[in-house]
């Protein structure tokens, strides 16, 4: 079984920063990608960022040079770097990996971003 545990999550003001953890116990394979997805009121569930096991990443357009991904393969942890936040950035934050064999996903974490 994989399971994923997310953290980080809340209430920030426009313009600053929050860092989102994702945790990932269970057995998955060495060639994989860790991701973060986020859903809106109302809106379909859209990529935030993705990063291999081989450590290349992607990005949604509205996310490029505000959002850094990055994984930590010792602790089996992925995160998010949000700075520069926005009131649109206001979704339900999902992680997510993928491998050959499994898909598997979060629980989600609500980030709410004020103007």
């Known amino acids: 079984q994989v399971q994923l545990v997310e953290s980080g999550g809340g209430l920030v003001q426009a313009g600053g920063s929050l860092r989102l953890s994702c945790a990932v116990s269970?057995?998955?394979?060495?060639?994989?990608?860790m991701g973060w997805y986020r859903q809106a009121p109302g809106k379909q569930r859209e990529l935030v960022a993705s990063?291999?096991?081989?450590?290349?990443?992607n990005y949604g357009d509205s996310v490029k040079g505000r959002f850094t991904i990055s994984r930590d393969n010792g602790k089996n942890t992925v995160y998010l770097q949000m700075n520069s936040l926005k009131p649109e950035d206001t979704a339900v934050y999902y992680c997510?990996?993928?491998?050959?064999?499994?898909?598997?996903w979060g629980q989600g974490t609500q980030v709410t971003v004020s103007s």
């Open positions: 269970g057995i998955i394979s060495r060639a994989n990608t």
């Open positions: 997510n990996v993928q491998d050959r064999r499994i898909n598997s």
């Open positions: 990063i291999s096991s081989g450590d290349r990443t």
